[in-house]
Nanobody, 127 residues
Framework: QVHLVESGGGLVQAGGSLRLSCAAS????????MGWFRQAPGKEREFVSA????????ANANSVKGRFTISRDNAKNTVYLQMNSLRPEDTAVYYC????????????????????WGQGTQVTVSS
């Protein structure tokens, strides 16, 4: 059974940085694409970033391009989300997701395509 545990969330001032981590277990990590989604109060969960199982392909939502970077360490079964230049609108619960897409470069920006989810970590950006 896939188990994902996020960490690294917290309270930060606008313009600051945070690095989220997601530790995965119960899977062959190198065969899974990893993603980050977020859900702000009163809003639907939305795609933030993803990285293919090979690590060769990454994708970011337009709202975070140039500010957030996703990476993975297959030796540690961990995916990271480096968040810089944070804005109050980045405030949300951030969720890690995992899925073994068919192709090595595969990923998806759609929540419905990801089967395994973590419990989330709160990120709050003050103005």
């Amino acid at each position: 059974q896939v188990h994902l545990v996020e960490s690294g969330g917290g309270l930060v001032q606008a313009g600051g940085s945070l690095r989220l981590s997601c530790a995965a277990s119960g899977l062959t990590f190198s065969t899974y694409a990893m993603g980050w989604f977020r859900q702000a109060p009163g809003k639907e969960r939305e795609f933030v970033s993803a990285i293919s199982r090979s690590g060769s392909t990454t994708a970011n939502a337009n709202s975070v391009k140039g500010r957030f970077t996703i990476s993975r360490d297959n030796a540690k079964n961990t995916v990271y989300l480096q968040m810089n230049s944070l804005r109050p609108e980045d405030t949300a619960v951030y969720y890690c997701a995992a899925q073994n897409f068919l192709y090595p470069s595969g990923y998806s920006a759609y929540e419905r395509d990801w089967r395994s989810w973590g419990q989330g970590t709160q990120v709050t950006v003050s103005s």
